[in-house]
Protein backbone atom coordinates (compact mmCIF):
# COMPACT_ATOMS: atom_id res chain seq x y z
CA UNK A 1 0.00 0.00 0.00
CA UNK A 2 1.62 3.29 -0.60
CA UNK A 3 1.29 6.58 1.42
CA UNK A 4 -1.14 8.26 -1.26
CA UNK A 5 -3.41 5.27 -0.53
CA UNK A 6 -3.78 5.58 3.10
CA UNK A 7 -4.31 9.57 3.29
CA UNK A 8 -6.54 8.96 0.76
CA UNK A 9 -8.37 6.21 3.07
CA UNK A 10 -7.76 9.10 6.37
CA UNK A 11 -9.40 11.68 3.72
CA UNK A 12 -12.09 9.64 2.88
CA UNK A 13 -13.09 8.70 6.84
CA UNK A 14 -12.45 12.64 8.15
CA UNK A 15 -15.06 13.76 5.19
CA UNK A 16 -17.39 10.73 6.41
CA UNK A 17 -17.43 11.30 9.92
CA UNK A 18 -17.18 15.26 8.92
CA UNK A 19 -20.84 14.58 7.56
CA UNK A 20 -21.97 12.53 10.20
CA UNK A 21 -20.93 15.47 12.78
CA UNK A 22 -23.14 17.54 10.67
CA UNK A 23 -26.38 16.10 11.71
CA UNK A 24 -25.49 15.56 15.56
CA UNK A 25 -23.55 18.98 16.19
CA UNK A 26 -25.42 21.71 13.54
CA UNK A 27 -23.06 24.37 15.00
CA UNK A 28 -19.77 22.47 13.99
CA UNK A 29 -21.49 22.98 10.17
CA UNK A 30 -19.46 25.98 8.86
CA UNK A 31 -15.86 25.23 11.04
CA UNK A 32 -16.13 21.60 9.34
CA UNK A 33 -16.88 23.10 6.45
CA UNK A 34 -14.07 25.06 6.18
CA UNK A 35 -11.59 22.43 7.47
CA UNK A 36 -12.62 20.73 4.69
CA UNK A 37 -11.88 23.10 1.93
CA UNK A 38 -8.59 23.76 3.09
CA UNK A 39 -7.64 20.03 3.22
CA UNK A 40 -9.14 20.14 0.25
CA UNK A 41 -6.88 23.01 -1.10
CA UNK A 42 -3.83 21.26 0.98
CA UNK A 43 -4.12 18.04 -0.62
CA UNK A 44 -3.65 19.40 -4.20
CA UNK A 45 0.02 19.91 -3.17
CA UNK A 46 0.53 17.13 -0.54
CA UNK A 47 -0.29 14.89 -3.50
CA UNK A 48 2.52 15.51 -5.39
CA UNK A 49 4.92 15.04 -2.73
CA UNK A 50 7.57 12.55 -3.70
CA UNK A 51 7.19 10.51 -0.31
CA UNK A 52 3.13 9.91 -1.46
CA UNK A 53 4.72 6.93 -3.73
CA UNK A 54 6.43 4.83 -1.05
CA UNK A 55 5.11 1.82 0.01
CA UNK A 56 3.83 1.98 3.75
CA UNK A 57 3.50 -1.55 5.63
CA UNK A 58 5.79 -3.20 3.04
CA UNK A 59 6.66 -6.69 3.95
CA UNK A 60 8.29 -8.04 0.79
CA UNK A 61 10.81 -6.25 -1.55
CA UNK A 62 10.58 -5.09 -4.91
CA UNK A 63 12.50 -7.30 -7.41
CA UNK A 64 15.80 -6.17 -8.42
CA UNK A 65 16.42 -5.68 -12.28
CA UNK A 66 19.88 -7.52 -12.96
CA UNK A 67 21.99 -7.67 -16.09
CA UNK A 68 20.41 -11.65 -16.83
CA UNK A 69 16.98 -9.95 -16.88
CA UNK A 70 15.66 -8.95 -20.53
CA UNK A 71 13.94 -5.94 -18.85
CA UNK A 72 17.55 -4.55 -17.46
CA UNK A 73 17.29 -0.69 -19.78
CA UNK A 74 20.32 -0.53 -22.61
CA UNK A 75 21.11 -4.71 -22.57
CA UNK A 76 20.77 -5.66 -26.14
CA UNK A 77 18.09 -9.21 -26.21
CA UNK A 78 19.79 -12.20 -25.86
CA UNK A 79 18.16 -13.99 -29.08
CA UNK A 80 20.23 -11.49 -31.38
CA UNK A 81 23.68 -11.20 -30.35
CA UNK A 82 24.69 -8.87 -33.11
CA UNK A 83 21.35 -7.08 -33.44
CA UNK A 84 18.67 -7.08 -36.47
CA UNK A 85 20.30 -4.10 -38.67
CA UNK A 86 17.32 -2.31 -40.29
CA UNK A 87 16.52 -1.60 -43.77
CA UNK A 88 15.35 2.12 -43.30
CA UNK A 89 16.95 5.22 -41.31
CA UNK A 90 14.99 5.58 -38.72
CA UNK A 91 15.20 9.35 -38.38
CA UNK A 92 14.31 10.08 -41.99
CA UNK A 93 12.93 6.68 -43.40
CA UNK A 94 14.73 6.55 -46.54
CA UNK A 95 14.86 3.41 -47.58
CA UNK A 96 18.79 1.21 -46.91
CA UNK A 97 20.56 -1.71 -47.66
CA UNK A 98 20.73 -3.52 -44.51
CA UNK A 99 24.21 -3.31 -42.93
CA UNK A 100 25.00 0.40 -43.98
CA UNK A 101 26.40 2.56 -41.26
CA UNK A 102 25.19 5.89 -42.50
CA UNK A 103 22.18 6.77 -43.69
CA UNK A 104 23.25 8.60 -47.50
CA UNK A 105 20.54 11.38 -47.86
CA UNK A 106 20.56 12.85 -43.59
CA UNK A 107 23.97 11.55 -42.40
CA UNK A 108 22.81 10.29 -39.02
CA UNK A 109 24.42 6.89 -37.99
CA UNK A 110 21.54 3.92 -38.44
CA UNK A 111 20.88 2.19 -35.71
CA UNK A 112 20.93 -1.78 -34.90
CA UNK A 113 18.31 -3.29 -32.77
Keep these: M ?6 TIVYLAA ?8 FYIPGLAILLLY ?3 AW ?4 IFVYRLPVMSRPVFATTRAPTVSAETP ?4 LPLASTPGGTPLSFCAYCATPVEPGTP ?3 VCHHTIPVF
Design 2 to 7: LVRTLV
Design 15 to 22: VLVAIVLQ
Design 35 to 37: ALL
Design 40 to 43: FVAS
Design 71 to 74: MAVG
Design 102 to 104: VCP
